[in-house]
């Protein structure tokens, strides 16, 4: 297998994606709740707690989304994908959490700095107007850093590539060796404005333009105490990032994809008719239908 390019299947588009990416196209911003699991604290009658927070959908695993602001060099589109996705701060509590509660148990802040994850999550979009439609999202989610393609491979590098791949549509055969891991990352990177790469200040692009604050990789440390030192020659509020290869927004950039295992639908536009369809992947016994089972449910 090439080193950039996955082990893709060739299974069609799954039956829910068409009518999801309508719906999400409606919402400004594609915006949804983001759901992981915690440790909980020393003395807490359970092990694990849940957390939560707003994310903003930032479109499909290699189907970049087009942005004529973004100077990036993109990917021939020899790929699909049924796999969302959101950019998140390597500083932030999410990405310790994904990659706690996967496989792997990392531990520690160094164990949690390159590519990797694979931890529980949930994602739920509330289309409001005359969809009224819930979709709720459950799955795995990997990691994807700088370190995705280099001259050695992790063990989180070659479970993101595994596991992402496995996901994969090719679109057509040949070429994948003109595919890179590096450069869909960094074309998603691309599509933030100067703003968000910098701190946290509104996305302004194409289909996801949003005034909620998505991005903060060179602000100062998230979470810490105004009075505690850190680096304020290299992290201020309101910097912005020009460099599709900045050293410190890079540095802390990183894009989280979601694997999903189960998606549901509940249509409540019509309350005669209202109905939840649930969507379970099955790739080895549900191949006729893109690898997912489908289910009619009361909602």
């Not at 819930?134 to 700088?146: C, E, H, L, M």
């Not at 596991?163 to 090719?170: D, T």
């Not at 549901?264 to 997912?292: M, V």
Request: glycine share 10%; aromatic share 10%; hydrophobic share 30%.
């Amino acid at each position: 297998m090439s080193t950039t390019a996955p082990a893709a299947s060739t299974l069609p588009q799954a039956p829910w994606k068409q009518l999801f990416n309508k719906h999400i196209g409606e919402m400004k911003p594609p915006q949804f709740v983001l759901g992981t699991i915690d440790k909980a604290p020393e003395g807490s009658p359970t092990d694990y707690v849940p957390r939560v927070r707003y994310c903003i959908f930032r479109g499909f695993w290699a189907e970049l989304p087009e942005n004529k602001h973004n100077d990036a060099e993109r990917n021939p589109e020899l790929y699909h994908s049924d796999c969302p996705t959101f950019t998140t701060d390597v500083r932030m509590e999410k990405v310790g959490q994904i990659f706690a509660t996967s496989a792997g148990h990392a531990e520690s802040n160094d164990q949690i700095q390159g590519s990797g994850g694979g931890g529980p999550v949930e994602a739920v979009w509330w289309v409001e107007g005359e969809t009224q439609t819930q979709w709720r999202v459950k799955g795995k989610a990997y990691v994807i850093a700088d370190d995705i393609e280099g001259s050695e491979e992790s063990s989180g590098v070659r479970t993101v590539k595994s596991e992402v791949g496995k996901r994969m549509r090719a679109l057509k055969e040949g070429g994948e060796n003109e595919w890179s891991w590096q450069r869909e990352l960094t074309g998603f990177f691309g599509n933030q404005s100067p703003g968000i790469k910098g701190t946290l200040i509104p996305m302004q692009i194409a289909r996801f333009q949003t005034n909620t604050p998505s991005g903060s990789f060179k602000n100062p440390p998230p979470g810490q105490p105004v009075t505690a030192p850190f680096d304020q020659e290299r992290l201020k509020l309101g910097s912005k990032a020009d460099d599709l290869h900045d050293e410190v927004a890079r540095k802390n950039f990183r894009l989280v994809v979601i694997v999903p295992d189960s998606v549901e639908q509940t249509d409540l536009s019509d309350p005669e008719k209202a109905r939840r369809f649930r969507y379970t992947w099955d790739g080895e016994t549900a191949r006729a239908n893109a690898g997912w089972r489908t289910e009619e449910l009361w909602p």
